[in-house]
């Protein structure tokens, strides 16, 4: 079945430091992909999303790019800031949606 | 964005007894509600997709008769946990799809805990 796998974390970096948090993903189609972040406190929110290969997703500076022959959808950030601490999701849409394990990301000043 | 508000957001009850969560789709009408269940270090698992007016649609390895979910009206899904066991002690996430454009909008989250 379809699946979604990220790295572990946390993630711990300082403020202004280069963000990657990896994902890839199986699927039996084309599917939509995604990245939610949880915010303390809060709910899940879509942050970003691509919905075909090639296509790049971005929202307050994080990208993701749809590798379909990596199958991947990492997420990257510039520079990151303390507010970017959450938890943040990879999913893909094919008739439903599927989560990863979420990863969380701590920003130290 | 739309909000979609869950409540309670903490519960605490016995074993044995049933705990009803709510979901509320505040500023828009939402026809499709999903309702997911996160486990510890785990990724969100989708229990059921509830339609309103219509009986909802269980994933497989979810028991029906004790997650009852019921989809009454277009801005309310509830959960009802039956017969509660620790086990059942979880993270319970709904989601409501917006109907203009189909994102889906997601609620706090409800903490169960069974003791």
């Known amino acids: 079945g379809n699946s979604v796998t990220q790295m572990e974390g946390p993630v711990t970096l300082s403020e202004e430091a280069f963000l990657t948090i990896n994902c890839t993903y199986t699927a039996t189609g084309y599917p939509s992909l995604f990245w939610y972040v949880q915010y303390p406190g809060e709910g899940l929110q879509l942050l970003l999303k691509?919905?075909?290969?090639?296509d790049k997703g971005s929202n307050k500076g994080f990208e993701a790019t749809y590798r379909k022959e990596t199958t991947s959808f990492h997420l990257e950030k510039g520079s990151v800031q303390v507010s970017d601490s959450a938890v943040y999701f990879c999913a893909l849409f094919f008739q439903k949606l599927v989560f990863g394990t979420g990863t969380r990301l701590l920003v130290s000043p | 964005g739309a909000v979609v508000s869950q409540h309670p957001s903490r519960v605490i009850c016995k074993s044995g007894t049933s705990v009803k969560i709510e979901c509320r789709s505040l500023?828009?009408?939402?026809?499709?509600m999903f309702w997911y269940r996160q486990f510890p270090k785990k990724s969100l698992m989708l229990m059921a997709t509830?339609?309103?007016?219509?009986?909802?649609?269980?994933e497989q390895g979810v028991e029906k008769d004790k997650f009852l979910i019921n989809h009454a009206s277009l801005t309310l899904s509830t959960l009802t946990v039956t017969s509660a066991h620790p086990e059942d002690s979880s993270f319970y996430i709904c989601s409501a799809r917006y109907s203009g454009t189909g994102e889906l909008f997601f609620g706090e989250g409800s903490r169960l805990t069974v003791l």
């Open positions: 691509a919905t075909k290969a090639d």
């Open positions: 500023d828009f009408q939402a026809t499709t």
């Open positions: 509830s339609n309103e007016g219509s009986k909802a649609t269980y």
